[in-house]
């Protein structure tokens, strides 16, 4: 079983033998307190075109006050990964892409039309990666954009397919931007659009109420699955989306994450923690979490949660 956790090039041998000591010393009952202040990178998927797009709205208008925001709350640098093929012909993607940059942020590779690895060829998905690299280095100017985010967060269903594209990004010159934390932001972006084309405040108030309330869920979710992943929390990396909605709620999370201790890094110094170079070794189907990884690798316990109120964001405004 170890042999397969830390498979072949994986990691220093510092790392695995963290890992090893955290995991003897970790019995899957209660777990600790959680810590008094977590770091946290945040990042962004699918600029500059991510969930719909209101009649009223434009995509340099979403992207601009994202950008303001961040860069009002001490975030510049956050990354936001890009998929090129929403920008040829749209000039307004092309703009807010441009304004994202000029802002102070950083794009990283999201591959080109956002296959699904697990229905792909490693070949096929490379081939997406590199398609996307002339799109970044325009945009990029001379900022790193040598992070990759998996689409789906799927990482190759069979150890075989993941390390070959894990090579690929490596001799390319790529860190992988992993994922700790997640709470599915971009469920609130179509039912925010309806509500607004109907003008529907009553249930506009409960999707930012629901939404806030699923971060709190979901980011002590996540953080507890660190501590059965690694033994302790770790530097997070939190997932969100360039829709407008979370534009909308950026600064009320950033309220709350701090009112949670919350202090907040950025992507490199987060994945400066060794569990990030550590491998679960198998191959998994569907997207997750590198939490999520180890702990189905390993087929440790979820902690209990609270699901997200799915049936009422697929009904509300419809
Ligand atoms: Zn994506």
Redesign the pocket.
């Known amino acids: 079983m170890w042999g397969l956790l830390f498979g072949s090039g994986v990691g220093s041998g510092f790392a695995a033998r963290l890992l090893r000591k955290s995991l003897e010393s970790r019995a899957q009952g209660p777990l600790a307190p959680l810590q008094r202040h977590p770091v946290v990178a945040l990042t962004f998927?699918?600029l500059p075109a991510s969930g719909g797009l209101s009649p009223d709205e434009t995509r340099v208008g979403i992207l601009t006050r994202l950008a303001q925001e961040l860069k009002a709350n001490h975030l510049k640098g956050t990354y936001g990964?890009v998929?090129g093929n929403d920008l040829p012909g749209d000039p307004d993607s092309q703009q807010a892409l441009r304004v994202w940059v000029r802002v102070g942020m950083n794009i990283g590779n999201?591959t080109f039309s956002?296959p699904s690895l697990t229905t792909s060829t490693p070949a096929a998905f490379e081939h997406e990666i590199a398609l996307n690299e002339p799109l970044l280095s325009r945009y990029a100017g001379k900022r790193d954009w040598h992070w990759f985010?998996y689409?789906?967060l799927e990482e190759g269903e069979t150890p075989q397919k993941r390390s070959a594209v894990r090579d690929w990004l490596h001799a390319h010159g790529y860190r992988v931007a992993e994922v700790t934390l997640t709470f599915e932001d971009d469920d609130w972006s179509d039912p925010y659009d309806r509500c607004r084309a109907k003008h529907n405040e009553a249930e506009i108030e409960w999707l930012k109420q629901s939404y806030l309330e699923n971060a709190t869920e979901f980011i002590r979710l996540g953080r507890e699955e660190e501590q059965i992943a690694f033994g302790h929390e770790i530097p997070s990396v939190l997932v969100l989306h360039a829709t407008a909605m979370t534009t909308l709620m950026l600064p009320s999370l950033l309220d709350q994450l701090r009112e949670q201790g919350f202090r907040f890094t950025s992507l490199a110094r987060a994945e400066r923690n060794p569990a990030y170079a550590l491998d679960p070794g198998v191959g998994i189907a569907d997207g997750g979490p590198l939490t999520n990884e180890f702990l189905n690798a390993r087929h440790l316990r979820y902690p209990p949660f609270q699901p997200e109120p799915v049936q009422r964001l697929n009904s509300v405004c419809q």
């Open positions: 998927d699918d990964f998929t999201h956002h985010r689409p789906y």
